[in-house]
């Protein structure tokens, strides 16, 4: 298992991928969207996702967003 904090800067995008393990993102601060095949969902603090193994994601960040990604090894 691992787990990261991650800070994103305002205005900062993530480009859509997949990982082949199991994620967890949990939103300390900041608000931006997350996109997913489903749609797109806005994201605020304590705000917590899971992505299944093989999950397309992609996000933007309104504002200096602060996270907290566990990935679990498959």
């Not at 990261?4 to 900041?30: I, K």
């Not at 299944?52 to 933007?60: S, V």
């Amino acid at each position: 298992m691992s787990l990261v904090t991650v800070r994103m800067p305002a205005g900062a995008a993530a480009d859509g991928r997949s990982h082949p393990h199991e994620q967890f993102a949990q939103v300390l601060s900041g608000i931006g969207a997350l996109t997913t095949e489903q749609g797109e969902r806005p994201f605020g603090p304590g705000r917590l996702f899971h992505f299944p193994a093989g999950t397309w994601h992609a996000a933007c960040f309104e504002t200096e967003t602060v996270l907290v990604e566990t990935s679990l090894p498959t």
